[in-house]
């Protein structure tokens, strides 16, 4: 009693749509044949015993056996007129989700093509809506249309949520927002995109009922009080249109409609007015034999009221993308008041109200030869995108594929996003946000963790892992597949990259700078360097960094055009910062190898080249361990040019007198001069010559030779290329064995 007291009390009104009481399987039968289609009853019946037999016991919220809820969601679809094969669908289409039944023993029992079809619809139920705004609802309810891969999984689908908004009532409160949310925002509109205005407009109007009772109630008492009011006028309208629609000769059937309650609802709310300020929630309907008819009675509207500006809408010329047509024209009354009228065909108003449902009868009636137009038609209403090879075979499986190009996956949140096909945890991670790619380390679909290559599919659960350390890597644009991710990858290791060349850049010029005791400040801001950069076509000084970073450009180039003569005449003596501090941390040592300009370094033969005294060499300095000294030619010195900051230059350590004597044979032209260039040219390179001799060996030929001292075998070298560049010089060759004194 307090059970049913209570909800006398929350629901004063009834719902605006109510299930038909106690449908049974002949009442099923019954709606096929009115549709005209030829069916298995017997099959019928048998998926029918299976699914009472499937449900057993089960009782609904209402209390009510539970097979009451798949038999009515049967008879909705006989009554839509959909086939024998929805029509058992509808009765089956809880057995996998609620039942022990399986696929296979549905397969078994039924085919393949009803197991398939109820997995389908069982599989769609599956799916988590959560609310949140309209791009994610669009995305859901292409998630749900994409799911489907056939069109007769949405309708029953929509049959389902018909009859459980129908039964609403008994279930708590908390469910039925939920339950009429999804409803509003996902159902009801892929019911208008099929074209099913009546079937949307009961979802919708049930929606309103349960999530806003309040202003439900009051909407309902102020239409019906405006009906009352207005019954008189409307009638007069009514009898005028009968009266001059017949005077012209045109047949029509004339009726009048109320608006459905929740777009009366929207449209008070969107326009924010009073529903005593709505004029149109009355429409006029005029049902025509023809076209032509239709444009005729037009006239005859027209020229009975006179037509507001504006209010005219020809949907016959223009359909609506779910292929809604019919005319729609507004026009004052003669108390001043607008209304409504609709001209329409009686084909045209059948495709109005049931859509895809009205094409299936037509469809039925004509079982041949009209493929074409009816693809056309499917095609359109569900807003196909996109070309099929071979329309005859994609109608008669009814198989969609609506957006073969698009994967819907949910966050754990449950947002939804639209990806490419293809698309894998990493795309989803970068479409989420720039850092939750960046460091993605893994990922787990549908709680299991999967390589991050993984293609996703729809209606997927992906949770990203990241790890803070964790940066993108090159191979990470290998698998990618949105332009996304591939940018945003892209662009950090330029980024990246850049940073390091301009780091590497500023140290380089840095150096070079303190060679002429000149701090970076003073260039860096200043109107030379400005210049400089203008003709070199560089953006800024990050630019330039970077260009001497990636060695594209000298330092040295750089101060030559930027800095007077006196200001490079001035070399500095003193070793740089770096080296500086290093010295001060690092222990006195002996060694063969010292560091030129700074001779207490701490240094030791690096293990990988172990270079040999007089050969060239090269020293970096280590974190903490002193300076190593490679082989120029040592492969790791390559990859520490990443460091330039840290070379240093080292030569073989020797006594400061320590000099090696050398005999050097020089072959020349028979020239004057030439013995006072060579020796110009030894002395300017440090070479201390011990003794010379010159002579003519045959005409036209010179020979010198000289004994010189030398520091080391770079020395030599130095000399030796300095002599062959000296003009008339064929020859220098190195005489080995004894030196005379
Ligand atoms: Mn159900």
Known sequence: ?????????????????????????????????????????????????????????????????????????????????????????????????????????????????????????????????????????????????????????????????????????????????????????????????????????????????????????????????????????????????????????????????????????????????????????????????????????????????????GRFKDYIAMPKPNLYQSIHTTVLSDSGQPFEVQIRTQEMDLVAEEGIAAHWRYKAGRETGTGDHNIVWLRQLIDWQQEVDDPRAFMSALKIDLYPHEVYCFTPKGDVFTLPRGATPLDFAYKIHTDLGHHCVGARVNGKLVPLKTALRNGDIIEIRTSPGRVPSRDWLSFVVTSRAKSKIRNWLNTEQKKRAMEIGRRMLERELRKHKLSPKKILGGQRLAKYLVSEGLASNEDLLSRIGFGKLAPRVVLDRVLDAEQLAVEAEAPGALRQAVAKMLPFGSSPVTVRGSGDLLTFLAKCCNPLPGEEIVGYITRGRGVSVHSVECSNVKNLLYHPDREIEVEWARQDDEVFPIMLSIETEDEPGMLARLTEVIARLGGNIRHIEAAAPEPGRGQIDVVVEVRNRRHLEKLRQALRGVSGVREVDRRMGGVAG
């Open 1 to 309: 009693m307090a059970t049913a007291r209570r909800r006398r009390s929350r629901n004063r009104l009834k719902p605006p749509v109510e299930p038909r009481s106690g449908v049974e399987l002949d009442d099923i039968f019954q709606r096929l044949r009115e549709s005209g289609r030829a069916f298995d009853e017997e099959r019928l019946r048998r998926v029918y015993e299976y699914s009472l037999a499937k449900h057993g016991d089960q009782m609904r919220a209402s209390g009510e056996p539970y097979v009451t809820h798949p038999l009515h969601v049967a008879y909705l679809l006989a009554e839509l007129g959909f086939d024998e094969v929805c029509v058992a669908v509808g009765l089956l289409h809880d057995v996998l989700e609620d039942t022990l039944a399986e696929r296979d023993e549905l397969r078994d029992e039924f085919g393949e093509e009803l197991a398939r079809l109820v997995d389908g619809v069982t599989k769609i139920g599956r799916h988590a809506y959560v609310q949140r705004n309209e791009v994610q609802a669009e995305t859901f309810r292409k998630l749900i249309l994409a799911s489907a891969e056939d069109i007769r999984v949405i309708l029953v689908k929509l049959a389902d949520r018909l009859h459980n908004m129908m039964t609403l009532e008994h279930l708590e409160p908390e469910s039925r927002v939920r339950i009429g949310r999804e409803t509003l925002e996902i159902y009801a509109p892929i019911a208008l995109r099929l074209g099913m205005s009546r079937l949307q407009g009961d979802l919708q109007d049930l929606a309103f009922y349960y999530l806003y009772p309040k202003q439900f109630e009051t909407l309902d008492s102020r239409v019906k009080e405006k009906l009352k009011i207005g019954r008189t006028a409307s009638r007069k309208i009514s009898d005028r249109l009968q009266k001059e629609l017949a005077e012209a000769g045109i047949e029509a059937d004339i009726s009048s409609r109320l608006k459905r309650y929740y777009s009366i609802f929207s449209k008070l709310r969107r326009q924010g007015i009073d529903i005593s300020q709505l004029y149109d929630y009355l429409a006029y309907r005029v049902v025509t034999g023809s076209i032509r008819d239709c444009y005729a009675a037009l006239g005859v509207v027209h020229q009975a009221w006179r037509p507001v500006p």
